[in-house]
């Protein structure tokens, strides 16, 4: 290959307290796809932002086809051509694609927007990657793999030379994932220069010709991807081997029945939902996005309506009763799939957020008003027995890391000593260390008695953890299968593939 | 639960301290600001640091103040509630007109505390079920109850209030009105309520993230609910003290710059109109600093445009500092 199309040569940044960028050098060839791997803090987005223009690095220069480059606004950035196709969708919901994709280039005829060469750029762009929406439509009606495609066709316009994308199959059904490694593949042969941040491993040996390793704000590792091994990224990602634990299950013994689901419904989201739920075991939920996973969870916690069906609860020593949305609460706790926007009280401290489900139990002698010697004693015991890291439980969590919010979300439940436990991607946006960590507190929550329903997008991980699958295709369940399920098995059913031939299972 | 440990990271944990810091002389601005007032008016003006004048300060601040509690209350949740004054003036009136046709003054006091937390419940019902905006809930509100109050007055004020009502609400005890215990009892109840009681937890977790707090299991709904009558109570007690401090009741007790001045008096003390912060004690400080900033203006002859367009600045002055505060977090 001929000279690196980017260079980043000698990228520093320091950021109060932490050395986010100590060095790092990045190079990435036309036609190429270079993998960034690393864990959350590792400095993958710093520098991305670096490159972006987001932020000014301290130190440190970079080189864009043998010319020096230095952004100082996201805008300078994509004029020289560096594109970045954000991990979020980063587009108007309500506005049309046409608009989207041209909000910072509409052309222009005497000072009005040119909207017939508009519609002409923005079809070619869609035309090279295969694709032709009516530009009218409305953002928010397309799938979000059809809004990742106008995001990527939005890099086309500019005439992109770089582009950046973040983690960029969060979103994805497996089918729309196929699709984007493909523009990918396109992209590559136009003769872009790719940066791949992920941190699925698969799809790195899919995408990418090499991989950029970093940890702690610092390169340790580059090399070409057919060199490397699974296992070795992982090694070289989080510097030890807490990577053996990551994968990990041991065998339960589930008991008594807690809780039996029947015929669930609720219109347009839930279809005739049944199912039960044993003490000390871990049930996968697995299925696409959108197939009603989350749904499943909010309609149990009572907090969307139910149209039909009924939640039994099998409390022991007591009688079987229907389990009414009031007191769902006292039984039940949930991690939500988005810690930030419904599950944290971001700028309040971590007491007042491990306390807030549990407050009815920490009141004076009756009185309805907290306790404050109790609840501090208690949000201590919690902090200590999930090991979360902070400066006293009155720091804001805003200012905890991604693991150590997660884990205050945790807190909150384990205080309120729930028997069921729905965690729905509870891992998302952690480390890999943060991850583990994770992960066992779950083995624990079934160790000590509890069903624990877990939802994620990570088959690695839901199949490390579960002893017990259920498989969700819209709305309904579909399959149930047992600890000895095989990947391509749950990943089948879930497409819907083997659920059509085998009816409900 | 044994969960196997891992290194600390100190890098995490630096950042913390300073923010809290930062948080907290946003806290004390409203205190420093009371106290540079009160030094330059002390020096300024002869016997200022009277107890006379201090009693005749919060005399002036009762009915004020306790409508600023009653949107303190509002705010922390998130919302906002424009109609208390002319709620206040609504209920005021009827109440008036009441005792003007014999009406007991006893009565006359309930019903006026029953129209305004009526009118609260209104608001609440609104905003907490129909899911309806605060802002355009209560804009109408404020004009419904602004409109029905001079529109039954014939626009003239409602005189021949009994001077047992008068002299009742006004009396001293010791040297301090009833007004002014009123409104020191309702601050600090609100404040231990605010701070210690399970609602007051909820109020602050649902201004904070109305989502995380339902996921939790608070009912969001009756918590927001609760706001509004709270602050309908609040225009209530404040419609009381209005009619006897007045002599007289009518819908102009709570126009536009009454509005004005109570939104000024919470967010000069400190209560955020992004929710989620705000105490009653700062909502106190904020009702005597605009009343010491009212009445030095008018002691300067200052127009009362000009006085406005103070009051007005200062808000957005308050609003300004605060976005900073919050975006840096």
């Known amino acids: 290959m001929s000279d690196p199309f980017l260079r980043m040569v000698d990228v520093r940044k320091r950021f109060p307290g932490v050395d986010a960028l100590k060095s790092v050098t990045l190079e990435a060839y036309a036609g190429e796809a270079v993998a960034l791997i690393g864990a959350n803090g590792a400095g993958k987005s710093t520098l991305m932002n670096v490159l972006g223009g987001v932020i000014a690095p301290d130190g440190g220069y970079i080189e864009i086809d043998g010319k020096r480059a230095a952004f100082r606004t996201p805008a300078e950035a994509s004029r020289d051509g560096v594109a970045f196709v954000h991990q979020e969708l980063a587009l108007m919901p309500t506005l049309n694609i046409l608009d989207n994709m041209l909000i910072t280039s509409f052309p222009r005829r005497k000072g009005l927007i040119d909207y017939r060469a508009g519609e002409e750029l923005c079809r070619n762009a869609l035309k090279q990657l295969g694709y032709d929406f009516p530009l009218r439509t409305r953002v928010r009606d397309l799938s979000p793999g059809d809004q990742q495609i106008v995001e990527i066709a939005r890099t086309l316009l500019g005439k992109s030379r770089i582009v950046i994308f973040d983690e960029p199959t969060s979103s994805l059904t497996s089918r729309e994932k196929e699709r984007l490694f493909e523009i990918i593949r396109i992209m590559k042969s136009r003769g872009t220069a790719i940066i791949y941040i992920t941190h699925l491993l698969d799809e790195v040996f899919t995408v990418c010709e090499r991989a950029v390793i970093m940890r702690n704000g610092a390169k340790v590792a580059e090399s070409r991807i057919a060199d490397l091994t699974r296992g070795q990224i992982v090694e070289k990602m989080i510097g030890s081997q807490e990577a053996v634990a990551y994968f990990q299950h041991h065998e339960r013994r589930p008991g008594e029945v807690l809780l039996t689901v029947e015929h669930l419904n609720r219109e347009g989201f839930l279809d005739d939902v049944s199912f039960t739920l044993r003490s000390g075991e871990v049930v996968g939920l697995w299925g696409l996005l959108g197939s009603g996973r989350t749904e499943l969870f909010r309609a149990l916690m009572g907090l969307d309506p139910i149209h039909r069906g009924r939640i039994r609860l099998h409390k022991p020593g007591s009688e079987v009763v229907d389990l009414s949305p009031q007191r769902a609460h006292s039984v039940m706790g949930m991690l939500t799939e988005d810690r930030r926007t419904d599950g944290l009280l971001l700028p309040m401290s971590i007491r007042l957020n491990m306390s807030i489900a549990n407050l009815k139990n920490l009141l004076y002698r009756g009185w309805p008003f907290v306790y404050r010697a109790r609840e501090e004693s208690v949000t201590r015991e919690y902090v200590k027995k999930l090991n979360i890291k902070s400066t006293s439980i009155e720091q804001r969590v805003a200012t905890l890391s991604g693991g150590n919010q997660q884990k205050v979300v945790v807190g909150r439940w384990l205080q309120t000593k729930p028997l069921i436990f729905l965690l729905d991607e509870p891992t998302r946006g952690l480390d890999v260390e943060a991850k583990a960590e994770l992960h066992a507190i779950v083995a624990n929550m079934a160790d000590a008695g509890a069903a624990v329903v877990i939802v994620s997008s990570d088959l690695d991980e839901i199949m490390s953890l579960s002893d017990r699958y259920l498989v969700m295709v819209r709305g309904r369940i579909v399959k149930e299968y047992s600890a000895l399920a095989t990947k391509h098995e749950l990943l089948a059913t879930a497409s819907g593939i083997s659920a059509q031939a085998e009816g409900v299972g | ?329």
């Open chain 2, 1 to 329: 639960m044994a969960i196997h440990s891992l290194p600390t990271e100190a890098s995490e944990v630096l950042a913390a301290p300073q923010r809290d810091l930062k948080g907290r002389a946003f806290r004390l601005i409203p205190v420093a600001l009371l106290i540079v007032i009160l030094g330059v008016l002390s020096a300024v003006v002869p016997y200022f640091l009277s107890l006379n004048n201090f009693i005749s300060i919060l005399m002036q601040s009762a009915a004020l103040g306790l409508m600023a509690l009653g949107l303190t209350a509002v705010l922390i949740t998130g919302g906002i509630d424009l109609s208390i004054p002319s709620l206040m003036s609504f209920s005021a009136v009827l109440g008036a007109m009441y005792m003007k046709a014999g009406g007991s003054p006893v009565v006359a006091s309930f019903l006026m505390l029953a129209v305004a937390l009526a009118g609260g419940c209104v608001n609440g019902l609104a905003v907490a079920w129909l899911k309806m905006i605060p802002f355009v809930v209560t804009l109408s509100t404020m004009a419904v109850f602004s409109g029905a109050s001079i529109w039954i007055t014939n626009a003239v004020s409602v005189t021949g209030i009994p001077r047992r009502f008068i002299t009742t609400v006004m009396a001293d005890v010791g040297v301090i009105p009833i007004p002014v215990i009123v409104f020191v009892v309702m601050t600090l109840l609100m404040q231990l309520l605010l701070t210690r009681s399970l609602y007051g937890r909820w109020l602050y977790a649902v201004g904070t993230n109305i989502r995380a707090a339902r996921v939790s299991g608070i009912p969001t709904q009756r918590v927001l609910f609760g706001a509004y009558v709270f602050s309908g109570l609040a225009a209530g007690l404040a419609a009381i003290i209005t009619t006897a401090w007045l002599g007289t009741a009518g819908g102009t007790i709570g126009s536009e710059g009454v509005v004005l001045d109570v939104v000024s008096s919470a967010v000069l003390g400190g209560v955020s109109i992004y929710g989620g912060a705000g105490t009653a004690v700062g909502a106190f400080v904020g009702t005597i600093l605009i009343k010491l900033i009212s009445n030095s203006l008018n002691f300067l002859q200052a127009s009362y445009y000009l006085v406005l367009v103070t009051k007005g600045v200062v808000i957005v002055a308050f609003v300004a500092v605060d976005s900073l505060f919050r975006r840096k977090s």
